[in-house]
């Protein structure tokens, strides 16, 4: 199933796409709750029920017009990040291949929903690309089985994790180049897990600035796959339904090229994961 988080008519909603289009479960069924974090927490059961109430729904159930993206999960309470998740990427980093996850946290005002401008700040030219899958989690997690870890995995989306290069750099932790308003983003759409392969391996990521590919990878190019990082964060760190973890990105973001590529005012970044889907954002210059 796809679930989609959107505003309509000044309310947040969730939706369903289906073959008759996106069906907003607020009207098929008003116990549905409407945020993600909700209904993902209620368990795969009510996630089912949503999708089975959706494809069944009436015609006028059917979401008509433009709709504004939310980004799929508003308020997780904790927002993972994995950096050198990708042997090509550390490379071309110049910095080692990593022996344990090399973990960060981002914080929700850092990002946007598809479709909704990427900021770039006036306190650098220094933004950048990183094209990455976002896995969210499904149950409560505290010391579990490895072999079981996949079972903790609600689903899946796309992200766009932008990063102020130069203000990273500057110090030894890299919250504050990580953590620019509305830099990055998330979306469109929440993949249940059973609609991919397991950990979501093998699936094609591509990012394209204006068009231009600008990075190609796969996600079995992982360091660490999904299933050996919620085991790992689940040692040290309780997870909880609507957290997210973003997995890594792959070769070819903008530092490392020669001239160096970053984003700016009129640019369209894409990121496209095979499978999860397209998330798109203009790029405008901070006000």
């Known amino acids: 199933m796809r679930f989609v988080s959107f505003k309509k008519d000044g309310k947040n909603k969730i939706g369903v796409r289906t073959d008759a289009g996106l069906v907003d479960l607020s009207k098929v069924d008003k116990k549905i709750p409407t945020d993600l974090k909700g209904l993902i927490a209620q368990g795969k059961g009510a996630m089912q029920r949503a999708g ?14 433009r709709v504004s993206y ?9 927002i993972f990040c994995i950096g050198l998740n990708y042997k090509d990427h550390a490379a071309e980093a110049g910095l080692k291949i990593p022996t344990y996850p090399v973990v960060f946290t981002r914080f929700t005002t850092s990002f946007v929903a598809h479709g909704q401008a990427l900021i770039r700040p006036k306190a650098s030219k ?24 996949l079972d903790y995995v609600a689903g899946y989306s796309v992200a766009n994790e932008g990063s102020i290069r130069d203000y990273q750099m500057k110090a030894s932790q890299w919250t504050i180049g990580k953590n620019f308003d509305s830099s990055g983003s998330i979306g469109p759409d929440f993949v249940t897990a059973d609609e991919l392969p397991a950990g979501a391996k093998g699936l094609d990521v591509e ?9 190609v990878t796969n996600t079995r190019e992982m360091v660490f796959d999904v299933k050996t990082l919620v085991y790992e964060l689940a040692r040290a760190i309780t997870l909880m339904p609507g957290d997210i973890i973003l997995t890594g990105t792959g070769p070819g973001v903008g530092f490392v090229r020669k001239p160096p590529i970053f984003m700016k005012q009129g640019d369209t970044c894409e990121v496209e994961i095979e499978g999860v889907g397209l998330l798109s954002n203009p790029v405008r210059n901070e006000k």
Do not use: C, W
């Open 52 to 65: 089975r109430a959706a494809r069944k729904a009436k015609p006028s159930a059917v979401v008509k017009g």
């Open 207 to 215: 990012l394209r600035l204006n068009g231009n590919v600008l990075q």
């Open 126 to 149: 220094h933004f950048d690309y990183e094209a990455e899958m976002v896995a969210v989690i499904g149950k409560k997690a505290r010391n579990i089985k490895k072999s079981e870890a």
């Open 70 to 78: 939310l980004t799929p999960i508003q308020k997780p309470d904790k």
